[in-house]
């Protein structure tokens, strides 16, 4: 069990995909992401191993939650500096996603 406070250190934020590419280094298919966080947090890079249920094309313009307080993590030569949330089906990932569209920078509550 965790505390209410230790639920509250974990910063997850509503974000808009602005950019994907794909990411040959990586050691696992996956993507690049650049996601809009608004004004207060602004653009962050994020590794995303979701190739198998989404295109490039699809993911553009998608909100997703985000945990965007942990350190930057080095993922070969990319930087990896916010969390794309998701649930395992079938050793793939479905995004964790809104069911309507709220302003970039939302906290999750």
Not at 19 to 25: A, L, R
Not at 67 to 87: A, H
């Amino acid at each position: 069990m965790i505390s209410w406070n230790d639920f509250k250190k974990v910063d997850l934020r509503i974000g808009t995909i602005k950019e994907v590419s794909d990411f040959p280094e990586a050691r696992k298919p996956a993507y690049k992401l650049i996601v809009d966080f608004g004004e207060e947090i602004g653009l962050k890079k994020s590794s995303a191993q979701i190739t198998e249920r989404y295109s490039k094309e699809d993911l553009v313009g998608q909100q997703v939650i985000a945990v965007v307080n942990f350190p930057p993590k080095q993922i070969g030569p990319f930087m990896s500096e916010c969390l794309v949330t998701g649930f395992y089906d079938n050793d793939s990932v479905v995004l964790a996603v809104p069911e309507q569209k709220v302003p970039n920078g939302a906290k999750l509550c």
